[in-house]
């Protein structure tokens, strides 16, 4: 049967409208953001959910919150669905991080981690959920790098070439996570 997922990234936060790169900052949603989250939560009011889980960075958990607090879906946050700590660089512009994205395939950002990090703490998540949750479909709220990682291992998508990409936020997508993940993938 399998995992049905669905994922999406936190809408536009304050930072994103300044052109700053939160990384493991909390973050928080804008006003168009946040009348997004409302929005994402009508969505999916018959979608049929058994679970939610999201980054525990607060601009994911505000989303979630937003989206489906009056609703009775259990919520899970989980720390493996965070973005990418980008170390001393957290709130720098998103034209750096953008820029130096080739040097940290495998290399930390200083004081942070790379992005293959991302990759490895997502995989293991999706170890945890092709466990426990299947034969469901949930809703992941995170970050663009855990999109990347989900292309990346569930697509078989290239991850630089994922990486290279721009990722719009208001764009969710549907992922089919097998049973016995990922020793059914091999």
Not at 86 to 98: K, R, S, V
Request: net charge negative; hydrophobic share 40%.
């Amino acid at each position: 049967m399998g995992v049905d997922i669905i994922y999406g990234t936190h809408p536009i936060t304050t930072d994103d409208e300044a052109g700053l790169a939160t990384g493991w900052l909390p973050g928080e949603l804008s006003a168009y953001g946040r009348r997004c989250a409302r929005e994402l939560g009508e969505r999916h009011r018959g979608n049929r959910l058994s679970a939610i889980f999201c980054s525990d960075l607060f601009r994911a958990v505000e989303t979630v919150q937003l989206a489906f607090g009056a609703y009775r879906i259990p919520i899970h946050r989980d720390t493996r669905l965070r973005e990418c700590d980008f170390g001393d660089l957290n709130g720098a512009p998103l034209t750096e991080i953008a820029a130096r994205r080739p040097r940290h395939l495998d290399k930390p950002f200083p004081n942070g981690q790379s992005f293959r990090q991302v990759v490895d703490q997502t995989a293991g998540f999706l170890v945890d959920l092709a466990a426990a949750w299947d034969g469901h479909r949930v809703l992941l709220v995170a970050h663009p790098t855990t999109g990347w990682a989900l292309e990346h291992l569930l697509n078989g998508q290239v991850l630089t070439e994922v990486m290279a990409t721009e990722t719009d936020w208001r764009q969710e997508r549907s992922y089919a996570l097998p049973s016995g993940w990922p020793d059914a993938a091999a």
